[in-house]
């Protein structure tokens, strides 16, 4: 028979995180799932891991001839799913409780019209003392996003892929020349495909871990893999996307993060091409000011506010 679910996941050497998430997936009420394991790993300690499920769970393993690296290896995972649906897991995320999985799966049932859903979830924080943090959407955040898939801007609302259950549509993968806007951009490019219409579960299915060993982690603040990484994606969604005010308040917040002064630092992290005259005007607007005044939140906002307003009529 036919999986209903693909749980797909993209493994890379943590095996005591892989383990966990295992054993999660083994405790779901729901039953009518595939688990799709890629191996990233140098090594065969994932592989003699997975072996000991096979008489437990429905698992199809998979070891790379080659290191995919992300995100490449997520969309590895989904070729070789054969499910109608794919909820993607990390290997360091697992699932709440035991109906986690029931829940998902009760929203198609409810919705067979949609094809995007994502829950509340549970952030784990194993840098403190694993610290526990639900996040959820608020309505007025749930209705802005319905409203424009670019409200992602703002704050990625929906969290990362673990978070999700999605159709499978083989027109839409994960984009590989990203690791630090790789999720949102999909999130993006899917939604305006199924016209904004998802579903989200405000229960917490999911726990989110957080810790050192992750590709954000070494992705954070670092300009050689932001810059390039949000330009290419200005560039590709078209430079009137800047626009929307949350857009542009996006890149007003990374050039001051970064301390992005010149155009030559933007050519010295890595992206070649012309910026587009208001980033250009936004860098130089920036650089008139001291850092801490541009670090002070009510006064950032004004000054972007301002820029926003002297050239919105430009941004075509």
Request: glycine share 4%; charged share 25%; with cysteine.
């Given at each position: 028979?036919?999986p209903?679910?693909?749980?797909?996941i993209p493994?890379?050497k943590?095996v005591?995180?892989?383990q966990r998430l295992l054993?999660s997936?083994?405790?779901?009420?729901?039953?009518?799932f595939?688990?799709?394991i890629?191996?990233?790993?140098?090594?065969?300690?994932?592989?003699?891991?997975?072996?000991?499920?096979l008489?437990?769970?429905p698992?199809k393993?998979?070891?790379n001839?080659?290191?995919?690296?992300?995100?490449?290896?997520?969309?590895e995972?989904?070729?070789?799913?054969?499910?109608?649906?794919i909820?993607?897991?990390?290997?360091?995320?697992?699932?709440a409780?035991?109906?986690?999985?029931q829940?998902?799966?009760?929203?198609?049932?409810?919705?067979e019209?949609?094809?995007?859903?994502?829950?509340?979830?549970?952030?784990?924080?194993?840098?403190?003392?694993?610290?526990?943090?639900?996040?959820?959407?608020s309505?007025t955040?749930?209705?802005k996003?319905?409203?424009?898939?670019?409200?992602?801007?703002?704050?990625n609302?929906?969290?990362n892929?673990?978070?999700?259950?999605?159709?499978?549509?083989?027109a839409?993968?994960?984009?590989?020349?990203?690791?630090?806007?790789?999720d949102?951009?999909f999130?993006?490019r899917?939604l305006?495909?199924y016209?904004?219409?998802?579903?989200?579960?405000?229960?917490?299915?999911?726990?989110?871990?957080?810790?050192?060993s992750?590709?954000?982690?070494s992705?954070?603040?670092?300009g050689n893999?932001?810059i390039?990484?949000?330009?290419?994606?200005?560039?590709?969604?078209?430079?009137?996307?800047?626009?929307?005010?949350?857009?542009?308040d996006?890149?007003w917040?990374?050039?001051?993060n970064?301390?992005?002064k010149?155009?030559a630092?933007?050519?010295?992290?890595?992206y070649?091409?012309e910026?587009?005259?208001?980033?250009?005007?936004?860098?130089?607007w920036?650089?008139?000011f001291p850092q801490?005044?541009?670090?002070?939140?009510?006064?950032?906002?004004?000054?972007m506010?301002?820029?926003?307003?002297?050239?919105?009529?430009?941004l075509?």
């Amino acid at each position: 028979m036919t999986p209903f679910i693909s749980i797909c996941i993209p493994a890379y050497k943590r095996v005591h995180y892989l383990q966990r998430l295992l054993d999660s997936i083994g405790f779901q009420s729901y039953k009518n799932f595939e688990v799709v394991i890629t191996d990233d790993s140098p090594d065969d300690q994932v592989e003699k891991l997975v072996h000991s499920y096979l008489q437990t769970l429905p698992v199809k393993y998979f070891r790379n001839e080659k290191s995919l690296g992300t995100p490449e290896n997520w969309n590895e995972a989904i070729r070789q799913s054969s499910g109608d649906w794919i909820k993607i897991m990390h290997d360091d995320d697992w699932f709440a409780d035991k109906n986690s999985l029931q829940k998902f799966a009760d929203a198609i049932a409810a919705n067979e019209d949609k094809s995007f859903f994502f829950s509340a979830y549970v952030i784990i924080h194993e840098q403190e003392n694993n610290r526990k943090e639900i996040i959820r959407l608020s309505r007025t955040d749930e209705n802005k996003l319905k409203g424009s898939s670019l409200y992602l801007f703002r704050k990625n609302y929906i969290g990362n892929p673990s978070c999700t259950l999605f159709r499978k549509d083989p027109a839409i993968v994960f984009d590989n020349r990203f690791q630090w806007v790789v999720d949102f951009e999909f999130y993006i490019r899917f939604l305006n495909k199924y016209k904004n219409d998802f579903v989200y579960i405000n229960d917490t299915l999911v726990n989110i871990s957080v810790n050192q060993s992750q590709v954000t982690k070494s992705a954070f603040r670092s300009g050689n893999i932001e810059i390039p990484e949000n330009h290419i994606l200005i560039n590709e969604m078209g430079f009137g996307k800047l626009q929307y005010i949350y857009v542009y308040d996006y890149f007003w917040r990374l050039y001051r993060n970064l301390r992005i002064k010149s155009i030559a630092q933007i050519k010295e992290f890595g992206y070649p091409d012309e910026l587009h005259p208001a980033l250009n005007s936004m860098i130089n607007w920036q650089k008139a000011f001291p850092q801490n005044v541009l670090t002070f939140g009510p006064v950032s906002k004004i000054l972007m506010a301002l820029h926003y307003l002297t050239h919105v009529s430009k941004l075509k």
